[in-house]
């Protein structure tokens, strides 16, 4: 569904990803760990169309998006809940809800028909449907980023950090979330600080180390390989 | 003396409306692409000439060079005038976007000030080949008699200066709230970035806003152009004044620089009243002082963003 092939991305004179290969195949929930400064949320920009891809290629659906612009790639089904969750503060958090669905042009029906089944999913957001998105917990926030991403009804949706910030059982819940949205038919690439769980729901997963994609695998091979376990799980040899 | 100051309100108020317009254009274009139109003084007296150049056109009238017919502005010709305006100023806007915006946005910088005034330097100059320096007499399409409103004199263009403005930013402020496109131009205002990850071309809604911005300067200019006298000079002090408004209200909130241009007209005509040489001074104080005590303007907000 999505292929890079040896692409780059800097910023500047920063290289911030080099040579990067990597695969997504329809329906599978692919993870990337990596520690920080990796080059993971650059990743997911690249694929959003954030930023131009200086060498190599992205294809979609066998289409080259490489030099597509990011709003055209929402409309091909390509979202993105970035990091730092960015929603518009100053907006209520049903129009951040609406905004997601920007360029589908749904009517006031249908609109109100798909922010409910969002609110069905994040109960959370329901009760604050008017209020301005700044006044919510980071959380929520979290919560919110997401829901906005999934109103554009992508095929792939790609998370950067869904956990950063957030109490232990709230990441329950978005793994949770995460899991269903697999059921749900949507593909899902998944960069996380939480790597246990990311690879615990992964089917598959990267590594990636300065820049470069250094290993890669299925979740469970990676979750119980020593070296992965040691810099990302907090895990020592001698304990693995 | 009640009769003054309801004259003086009245008129602070309709010179007020229209710098509440320009300082709307500089904060639509500034919220939106980080940029302004620093030739919006040319945009606002090309308007006035478009427009006047549209009355002699739609009328069949010819004009003279300091004065055109008051017939000229009758009945629907007036308001189809100010429309032609508009839009020819509004394409002027995409033109200036594109070819002294664009290259420089978003980039480290500021060559866009440089481009945007050498624009209206090239502006002023063409609009001098074409129409001469001369002022020129526009008729008000209510004629230029005076209105008594309790024992006040009020001029009636005044009047339509004032509904003009506040209905365009009704209108205005209801569209970036409530349709579709306004809070797209919000979500592009607040970040471009993730603007495009909602499907909204950027690109698009930069170009609108410029449309926008020049398009309002340019009415603007049709507006007071019965007041002012339509002349190639007039639009940088308004436009000047105009942006004092926004900074005040606060550049980053539309409804903060109409409040801004409001205070202003009506700050320098009650000041006008009693000492007029004193006009600009005690004005530009007020903007300094504001400034000295709130960077972001009275009406501005400093964004609290969680992390
Ligand atoms: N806007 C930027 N300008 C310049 N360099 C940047 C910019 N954003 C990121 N970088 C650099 O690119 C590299 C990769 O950053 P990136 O944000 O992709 O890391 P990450 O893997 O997402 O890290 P984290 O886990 O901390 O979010 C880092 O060295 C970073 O300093
Ligand atoms: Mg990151």
């Known amino acids: ?240 | 003396m009640l009769a003054t100051y309801i004259q003086t309100l009245v008129s602070g108020l309709a010179i007020g409306g229209v710098y509440a317009l320009i300082a709307l254009s500089f904060s639509i274009t500034f919220t939106t692409t980080k940029t302004m139109n620093f030739a919006q003084g040319e945009f606002i007296s090309f308007g006035a000439f478009i427009g006047v150049a549209a009355l002699l056109l739609l009328s069949g009238l010819a004009g003279g060079l300091t004065a055109i017919p008051g017939e000229a502005a009758a009945g629907w010709r007036y308001p189809a005038a100010a429309l032609i305006a508009t839009v020819v100023a509004g394409v002027m806007g995409v033109l200036i976007f594109l070819l002294a915006v664009r290259p420089f946005a978003g980039k480290r910088g500021m060559n866009w000030v440089m481009s945007t005034i050498g624009f209206g330097v090239i502006l002023q100059s063409i609009g001098l080949t074409i129409w001469g320096p001369a002022p020129v007499m526009v008729p008000s399409p209510l004629g230029d008699g005076v209105l008594r409103i309790a024992g006040a004199g009020v001029r009636p263009q005044e009047l339509i200066v004032l509904a003009s403005a506040i209905a365009i930013m009704v209108i205005f402020d209801f569209v970036m709230r409530r349709t579709r496109i306004g809070k797209a131009m919000m979500a592009v205002a607040h970040s471009p970035q993730t603007a495009s990850l909602m499907g909204i071309n950027v690109n698009t809604v930069m170009i609108g806003a410029f449309a926008l911005s020049s398009g309002l300067a340019g009415l603007a200019g049709v507006l007071i152009a019965p007041i002012a006298s339509a002349s190639l000079f007039m639009g940088l002090g308004f436009a000047l004044k105009a942006f004092s408004g926004a900074i005040i209200g606060g550049l980053t909130n539309p409804r903060g620089c109409i409040y801004g241009g409001f205070i202003l007209g009506v700050l320098e005509s009650s000041v006008g009243l009693w000492q007029a040489q004193w006009k600009e001074i005690v004005v530009f104080s007020l903007i300094i002082l504001v400034l000295a005590f709130r960077p972001q303007g009275l009406f501005g907000h400093a964004s609290i963003d969680k992390v």
Request: avoid cysteine; charged fraction near 20%.
């Open chain 1, 1 to 240: 569904m999505l292929n890079l092939k040896n692409v780059h991305l800097a910023y500047g004179p920063i290289t911030a990803v080099r040579d990067a290969s990597i695969e997504v195949q329809q329906g599978e929930v692919v993870a990337i760990v990596g520690g920080n400064g990796a080059g993971k949320s650059t990743l997911l920009k690249g694929i959003a169309g954030l930023m131009p891809v200086d060498s190599g290629q992205i294809s979609f659906e066998n289409n080259d998006i490489t030099r597509m612009p990011p709003h055209v790639r929402v409309a091909r089904g390509i979202a993105l809940s970035p990091e730092g969750r960015q929603v518009f503060s100053d907006q209520s958090v049903y129009d951040n809800l609406t905004l997601g669905a920007y360029f589908r042009r749904l009517s006031k029906e249908a609109l109100e028909a798909e922010i409910e089944e969002q609110f069905k999913l994040f109960p959370r957001l329901r009760e604050r449907r008017s209020q301005l998105a700044e006044t919510l917990s980071g959380g929520e926030q979290q919560m919110l980023a997401i829901a906005r991403a999934l109103m554009s009804k992508p095929k792939l949706l790609l998370l950067d950090e869904p956990s950063l910030g957030l109490a232990p059982k709230i990441i329950q819940e978005i793994f949770a979330i995460i899991v269903s949205l697999r059921k749900a038919g949507i593909t899902i690439l998944l960069v996380e600080q939480m790597a246990n769980m990311a690879l615990a729901i992964a089917d598959r997963a990267y590594v990636l180390e300065t820049g470069r994609v250094t290993m890669t695998g299925t979740g469970q091979q990676l979750l119980h390989d020593p070296k992965v376990r040691a810099a990302y799980l907090g895990v020592t040899h001698t304990a693995a």
